[in-house]
């Protein structure tokens, strides 16, 4: 009996040693990971450690200047970082030292902001039978949106519902997330009812959004309204981003013939799908210049 005890304690003392022996392992395993791992530094007076990479995640706690992080992972441009004192999140990679990359190489890791025109008392441009422009932005903005996440990409809609946005507010929020892409949405009106036709594509600045307007574009060229092409456009959602930025207009809505396309959803589809392909096209093509 005493040898039988004898043998259980000196398996147990055998066990306690794996046990010990183990957790020392790994946690020489976890220090030499994380030491290979990139290190930055924070390199603004202060920024918000969040739950999850974008700025509508809440914040756990606040960063300073001189902080320094271990980048473990990253999405959107957001590094997943570990802190000195042990705290795990989120942070904005261009308020860092290193900064994190200034373009992305594929869609499901980019930011893109929508833009439907108009909203609230800005009804926008109205059809013959006085439908108005805001209320089909908003729907195609929101058939592109599904479309993006459902490839994998961060979306901000500079509104989700019939409500007013001033028009700064709308490159803000592109400038504030850093955005890939901004697309604002619009349908056109010309002088006299049925004196035109056809959709375009409009850029501001040209080194930053021709590439982006020119990859949009050439996907409308099977669309049953007449592609216009691309032009240089003087408004200020494009004029004052600060990222790639185009406003695209989708049809006249004071032409009967435009109209009927307009408010058909098969049309709305089609369109949304070629701005889906024409952003595929505008990632792939960055990734292959840089």
Wanted: glycine share 6%; aromatic share 12%.
């Amino acid at each position: 009996m005493r040898s039988k005890r004898s043998k259980i304690a000196h398996q147990h003392q055998n066990l306690v040693f794996l046990i010990i022996i183990t957790f020392f392992l790994v946690g020489i395993l976890c220090w030499r990971t994380y030491s290979y791992f990139k290190q930055v530094e924070v390199n603004v007076a202060q920024i918000q450690l969040r739950q999850g990479p974008g700025i509508e995640y809440h914040a756990k706690s606040q960063l300073k200047r001189g902080d320094r992080l271990t980048v473990l992972r990253e999405k959107y441009r957001w590094y997943y970082v570990r802190t000195a004192n042990n705290k795990f999140g989120w942070v904005a990679s261009w308020n860092l030292n290193p900064q994190g990359p200034q373009t992305v190489s594929k869609l499901s890791d980019a930011t893109i902001v929508l833009d439907p025109g108009h909203g609230g008392s800005d009804s926008g441009a109205l059809s013959a039978n006085d439908k108005m422009e805001k209320t089909y932005t908003l729907k195609l903005a929101k058939k592109v949106a599904a479309q993006l996440r459902q490839k994998g990409a961060k979306v901000y809609l500079t509104r989700t519902s019939d409500k007013f946005v001033s028009l700064a507010a709308r490159p803000a929020l592109a400038n504030e997330v850093h955005a890939n892409a901004f697309i604002s949405f619009h349908f056109d009106s010309s002088p006299q009812q049925n004196s035109a036709s056809g959709v375009t594509t409009y850029y501001y600045h040209h080194q930053l959004s021709y590439s982006l307007a020119h990859a949009i574009n050439q996907q409308f060229n099977n669309l049953s309204l007449k592609n216009r092409g691309i032009d240089f456009g003087n408004f200020e959602v494009i004029r004052d981003n600060d990222y790639p930025a185009v406003l695209l207009e989708m049809g006249y809505i004071n032409s009967d013939h435009d109209f009927a396309e307009i408010k058909s959803n098969q049309y709305l589809a089609e369109v949304a799908n070629d701005v889906v392909k024409g952003l595929n096209t505008y990632f792939t093509a960055s990734s292959s210049t840089n």
